[in-house]
């Protein structure tokens, strides 16, 4: 089963189903450049990280992209300084944007993906709570794609003619026991180190990429726990809110996970500008309640 057509199944509106394939074709096109783009832009984005040339396409790529559809009326993307209005828009819809997450990783061959969250309204510095639906897509040996539009998670394969073909529907993420833990130990705060300790002793194993989409990805698909931290120096950790936790966090939720700062649901913070940082624990429920536990426990 083609995309669009379980879109139609899942009773997505026609306007959200001409959106995410018009977004998903333009993940395409990125797929198609990542085998011929390289090299560094000689900037860096808003929140201080290098660019490749190929983020900075892929950025120009898809705003162009949402802004030709005339669904979009405003859009959040990581590498831009403020929200984009698009103001010849005919639509309400708002797209938070993480372009290439994880492109460093390209020249080492590692996993990358593309990260989107809709909002109906167009508010796009709404709760994550407020989704409408999220997506992410991953380039690796396989092109997938992920989505939920809050009525299931269903994931796709991109096939050789191009199209995006069902490979499961309704994921679920299982109890496992892997865990993705981002940041230096060495800039860990106390409670977090002895946290990291407890699940190595429950026999977790570690798996980490450094791409968040990637160790995402294999979260939800075998179990465990993906978390980069607040940290000595940097309490509100290094992921962005708008345009990585909420979305990924949304999606884990939908398959039965859970999310959190270490205190309260990723779901349920309210940004208060576009590079809202956060820390993050994603995965099985048991595996974040444990942080919360030790989190609280620290301030007794």
Known sequence: MKLREHLEQQGATEHMITLICRITDLCKDIANAILHQQGKAGTVNI???EQIALDTWADDHMIQGLRESKLVKTVASEEQDEVVEILKSDGEFGVTLDPLDGSSLID?????GTIVGIFEEGNVMEKGEKLDAALYVVYGPLTTLVYTIKKGVHEFVLNEIGDFILRKENLQIP???LYAPGGL???????HSNYIKALGEKGYKLRYSGGMVPDVNQILHKGGIFTYPALQEKNQGKLRLLFECNPLSFIIVQAGGAC?????SILTKTPQGIGDRTPIYVGNKDAVLLAEKFCYESDQ
């Open 47 to 49: 929140h201080g990280d």
């Open 108 to 112: 080492v061959n590692l996993s990358i």
């Open 175 to 177: 109890q496992g026991k």
């Open 260 to 264: 959190s700062d270490g205190k309260q």
């Open 185 to 191: 130990a060495k800039d860990y705060l106390p409670w």
